[in-house]
C-alpha cells in the first residue's frame, strides 16, 4: 500500500436522533473507508447498564473493523476508541490533567499491526470550555510526552488524532505544531494534515450550519484534527491531502454536532 488513511470524528455520545444518526455515520464511514478512525465522545455500557449500547462495535460492525476503547475514568458514558482495518497488537490508555477542573480526559493509544510495520495511533479528547486553555496545554504537554515515550524511533511516525477543542491559533494546538513553547519546556513538532494539506479554507468542524451544533450559538472554528509526529527523513506519514468529512446529512439528518476530518498520509 502507498497511502494510509486515517479519519476522526466526536460521534456525539447518543445525543440527538442517534438512530437516524447512526445511520449517517455508517453511511459515510463505508464511503469514505478510512483504514483507522479515531472516534470521541463514545458510549460502551457494561452489562446491566442501561441497554449495554456499545457505539464502537456498533459503528465497526459488517466493516471488518479491529477495535480498542478507553474510557474515562468515573465516567459510565464518555471515552474513545479506535477502529482499525488490522489487529491491534495492544492498547492502553492514560488520564490527562485535570487541573482543578471536574473534567476527566483521557488519551488512548492502540499499537496497530499494519502492513507496512506497527502504526502507533494516539486518540483524545481535551477539556471543552474556551476558558480552560491553561488545561488544554498541560493536557498537550502531557501527550507529547506519551506520544514521545511510546513511539518507535524508527517506525513508522505516531499518528494522534481527536478533538481538541481549541483553534489552530490557540497556543495548545500551536504547541503542537511546533511553533511555540508552554512552561519554557522544550518544543515538539506534529504535522497539522489539514494546514499541511486541506483546501485552504478555514475547515470548521463545529458549524452553525450544523442544525445540531447551531443552539449553542458559538463561531464556526476548526477543532477536530489528525496530527502526525515530527518530519520523517523517509517522508512516512507525510499528509498528501486533507478535507472536513461527516459534514453533510443523510436521510436529513446530520451523524453528529461536530464534523470530522479525513486525512490521507504517504506510506512509501
Known sequence: MSALRVATLNVWNRFGPWAERLVAIRAQLGELAPDVVGLQE??????????????????????????????????????????SR?????????????CGT??????????????FGRLPL??????????????????????????EALRAPDGFPAVLVGDFNAEPEADEIRFLRGLTSLGGERRVFFQDAFAVAGDGSPGATFARRNPFAAPLREPDRRIDYVFVHGRDERFRGEPLEARVVFDAPVGGTFASDHFGVLATLRVP
Do not use: C, S
Not at 488490522?86 to 492498547?91: E, K, S, T, Y
Not at 481535551?126 to 506519551?146: C, P, S, T
Open 86 to 98: 488490522w489487529p491491534i497488537a495492544r492498547a492502553m490508555q492514560f488520564d490527562l490533567p485535570r
Open 42 to 83: 463514545v458510549l460502551r455500557l457494561d452489562r446491566g447498564e442501561g441497554d449495554g449500547l456499545d457505539q464502537a462495535a456498533v459503528l465497526a460492525e459488517g466493516f471488518g473493523y479491529h477495535t480498542a476503547y478507553g474510557r474515562a475514568r468515573d465516567q459510565r458514558w464518555y471515552g474513545n476508541a479506535v477502529l
Open 122 to 147: 494516539f486518540v483524545t479528547h481535551l477539556n471543552w470550555k474556551f476558558e480552560d486553555g491553561h488545561v488544554r496545554e498541560a493536557q498537550v504537554r502531557e501527550i507529547a510526552a506519551r506520544v
Open 102 to 115: 471536574d473534567e476527566k480526559r483521557v488519551l488512548l493509544f492502540a499499537e496497530i499491526d499494519a502492513p
